[in-house]
């Protein structure tokens, strides 16, 4: 089973920018979808984005054109760029992985890292 490890959260005033990582561990990384989902206060776990094992990239409407999801398979690494970020997009980001095709269902990921902050203020 594949563990991760998020990193890179913090405080952010709006407009500003904050890259997420997440390093996971285990030789078969390359071969999983790797995703992004945020839960904030109050609210249920929502998809960010994804990306597939060959780099095929997926993302939530309300992040598109702000967002940037990469992979670093010698890394062992997924990154989130975050831009022109807003209020709501405060909430704390999880990193997941699955080791079958990329779907937008928080259920269907089967690892998932411990969670870090991200607070956007204005």
């Known amino acids: 089973q594949v563990q991760l490890v998020e990193s890179g959260g913090g405080l952010v005033q709006a407009g500003g920018s904050l890259r997420l990582s997440c390093a996971a561990s285990?030789?078969?990384?390359?071969?999983?979808?790797m995703a992004w989902f945020r839960q904030a206060p109050g609210k249920e776990r929502e998809f960010v984005t994804a990306?597939?094992?060959?780099?095929?990239?997926y993302y939530a409407d309300s992040v598109k054109g702000r967002f940037t999801i990469s992979r670093d398979n010698a890394k062992n690494t997924v990154y989130l760029q975050m831009n022109s970020l807003k209020p709501e997009d405060t909430a704390v980001y999880y990193c997941?992985?699955?080791?079958?095709?990329?779907?937008?269902?928080?259920?269907?990921?089967?690892?998932w890292g411990q969670g870090t902050q991200v607070t956007v203020s204005s």
């Open positions: 997941a992985a699955r080791s079958a095709t990329v779907v937008q269902v928080a259920g269907a990921y089967a690892a």
């Open positions: 285990g030789r078969t990384f390359r071969t999983y979808a």
């Open positions: 990306i597939s094992w060959s780099g095929t990239t």
